[in-house]
């Protein structure tokens, strides 16, 4: 098995703790369905968000999912930078797999779909 860095993004429409963690369990069950990942194999999982979450960490909805309280998770503010995609919510998982790195599936949801159109095959 390899470590392959899986990314994806996801926007919100409002700065609500409700919101933050319904999409980053839908982004992170999203990213583990399609890459077939296995919870022993996943090394950590690390969030940014955009200046304007402030309402809840992203880590908090996935450590609430039992099979995933104990992986590590990191939360991180991402820099202001001008013209960039608001209420949005990045991820990058480490995991371990046999997959090469062409058929590692990366998930953008929602606004976010637009940010790596050539990385991103739902």
């Known amino acids: 098995m390899t470590m392959r860095g899986i990314r994806g993004a996801v926007t919100v429409t409002e700065n609500t703790k409700e919101q933050i963690w ?3 369990r839908q982004l992170v069950t999203e990213i583990l369905s399609w890459n077939e990942l296995h919870v022993e194999n996943i090394g950590a999982i690390i969030f940014s968000m955009t200046e304007d979450l402030t309402a809840a960490f992203p880590s908090s909805a996935i450590r609430q999912l039992p099979a995933l309280r104990l992986v590590p998770l990191f939360d991180t503010r ?16 480490l995991a371990d797999t046999d997959k090469a790195y062409y058929k590692i599936h ?13 990385l991103d095959r739902n």
């Not at 001008?82 to 998982?93: E, G, K, M, Q, T």
């Open 78 to 93: 991402e820099p202001n930078v001008d013209n960039s995609l608001p209420l949005c919510i990045r991820v990058l998982i």
């Open 22 to 24: 319904m999409a980053a």
């Open 106 to 118: 990366h998930v953008y949801l929602g606004g976010a779909k637009n940010l790596r159109p050539d």
